[in-house]
């Protein structure tokens, strides 16, 4: 899972009861600051100058200026400027002027103490558009921080989740549509989706348009829910729902809320793109894959053919040694044929899971006795083939069929590449240790494994480069099929002295006392 950093704070970053535009409270505050100016400027009126007076009003709206909007500032300085007038510049109790200067001094305030405050108050207002956008930024860098530390669209989504819930203080959820266009939810949703709510989501899926709360659609909602767009294509749907009791969406939130989808739908974009490009490059590697297993196929075919029908037609010939031989040639063209079509039945059954061992005990020493019978029989070969087991070797639960199978692939490949008169070393025992396990091994002393294929040596339509004409790579894949399906392991590595060796290992089981015979 990627690391979510900053994602569960105490406080949203984008919160939802910010400035409402010049409440009450701020008309109220404003008449009471210059309710106290106007009776403190009454009482030391007689000690100090009417004009001095005046800038103690204006010090108090500037002060209001920072602290209330732009209407109840607005209202403080025509308030001030009254009051001044009426009770501080002479004559008392009334809005007339005793002079030229006076006048002068109260009109000069009046602009400077509407100016001011409107230009304090538009400084304010900047400064809270400049917190926004740094809310926001500081928002959209957490987001994209967390998303770019996922490797899936699951772990994109649970980061997406986690960081929208930090940023507006609220629960969410989403939902994305499968191929049948049926919206799922995500495990990780904060915000558990019921019948009613599940059909507002499919309202908004089908639709395609914006509902729920805060919208005129569906306004008893608890959520607010989003489309997810890519295109004309409706890959989803997000729902917010706020911890609080707010009214509206603000400018803000709303901006906000548009840019964290933009970067999901981004995600989901690119997760398609990754799939699509995943799945050109498996049709194209299946493509080459089926014109190597024709071509491969068609050469192994094409030689027993030609063997069998060259074969027939010198039947014809009186000659009983001729005949003979012919018949051994048809012999040994049908074995190879059978022994391909065999290799292509197993990787079927393989891959489509219908194969199922029939696991039982086992006579390791049958089992070597048939595999050879069954290669002597297949082919002629030159090596000489050695079998080292303890005496006391016990039973093996196995599958006996699927076992010699094994072991007679295991041999043939030996005889395919080691050299003429080299021994070829077959192998039984139990190795004992952590785990007892019982193995059977076939080791060459042919050229070993070549580079291009230690890796995975067990991949199936895989030949080294120095490979004999014949065989489509199937030998070793079946018996790693043949292997794991009774329960084992098999490992390919280098024979001390030169050649290959090749391991195979399966459960050892202890049996009770087996008769004589």
Not at 30 to 38: D, L, P, Q
Not at 418 to 445: K, M, W, Y
Request: glycine letters at 6%; proline letters at 5%.
């Amino acid at each position: 899972m990627p690391q979510i950093a900053d994602v569960r704070q105490k406080q949203s970053l984008i919160g939802w009861n910010e400035q409402k535009p010049s409440p009450v409270r701020e008309y109220i505050e404003t008449v009471v600051v210059i309710a106290g100016v106007t009776a403190m400027g009454w009482f030391i009126a007689s000690h100090t100058s009417h004009l001095a007076l005046g800038l103690v009003y204006l010090l108090a709206v500037i002060a209001l200026s920072l602290r209330v909007g732009r209407r109840p500032v607005l209202i403080a300085g025509i308030l001030s400027a009254l009051a001044w007038d009426f009770l501080i510049i002479p004559p008392h109790f009334s809005f007339l002027v005793g002079n030229f200067e006076d006048g002068m001094m109260l009109g000069t305030y009046c602009v400077v103490a509407l100016v001011a405050g409107q230009l304090t108050a538009r400084v304010k207002a900047q400064e809270l558009n400049e917190r926004r956008r740094e809310q926001r930024a500081t928002a959209l860098f957490h987001l994209t921080r967390a998303l770019a530390a996922t490797r899936t669209l699951d772990e994109a989504a649970t980061a997406f989740l986690g960081q929208v819930d930090a940023a507006f203080n609220a629960t969410s959820a989403l939902l994305f549509t499968e191929g049948s266009g049926v919206l799922v939810a995500h495990p990780t949703n904060s915000f558990l989706l019921h019948e009613a709510e599940r059909n507002i989501a499919d309202w908004v899926a089908s639709h395609r348009r914006e509902a729920g709360r805060f919208t005129p659609l569906f306004t008893s909602a608890t959520g607010f829910y989003l489309p997810l767009m890519l295109a004309e294509d409706c890959c989803g749907i997000f729902v917010l729902c706020p911890a609080t009791n707010a009214p509206t969406l603000s400018t803000v939130q709303r901006e906000l809320i548009g840019d964290f989808v933009a970067q999901l739908t981004l995600m989901i974009q690119h997760e398609r793109f990754r799939i699509a490009i995943e799945r050109e490059r498996i049709l194209a590697g299946s493509e080459e894959l089926q014109r190597a297993l024709l071509d491969s196929v068609a050469h192994e075919l094409k030689t027993p053919l030609a063997v069998l029908s060259t074969a027939v037609e010198k039947l014809n010939t009186p000659a009983e040694a001729v005949q003979q031989n012919m018949l051994n040639e048809i012999r040994t063209a049908t074995k190879r044929l059978t022994r391909l079509v065999n290799n292509l039945l197993n990787q079927s059954r393989l891959e489509s899971g219908v194969l199922r061992p029939r696991l039982d005990w086992c006579n390791v020493r049958d089992v070597f006795n048939a595999a050879l019978l069954e290669l002597r029989n297949t082919l002629s070969f030159e090596n000489r083939i050695t079998i080292t087991m303890p005496k006391d070797m016990p039973l093996l639960m196995a599958d006996a069929a699927l076992l010699e199978q094994i072991i007679f692939n295991l041999l043939l490949n030996a005889v395919s590449y080691a050299p003429a008169g080299t021994e070829i070393a077959l192998s039984a025992g139990i190795q004992n240790g952590a785990t007892a396990r019982s193995f059977v091994s076939v080791a060459d002393r042919g050229p070993g494994l070549p580079e291009e294929l230690r890796e995975n040596p067990f991949q199936k339509f895989q030949r080294p480069k120095s490979a004999r004409v014949g065989g489509l790579g199937l030998g070793l894949s079946v018996v790693r099929g043949f292997v794991v399906a009774q329960g084992g392991e098999v490992q390919a590595g280098d024979n001390p002295g030169g050649g290959a060796v090749f391991t195979v290992y399966l459960p050892h089981l202890l049996h009770g006392s087996v008769p004589n015979e």
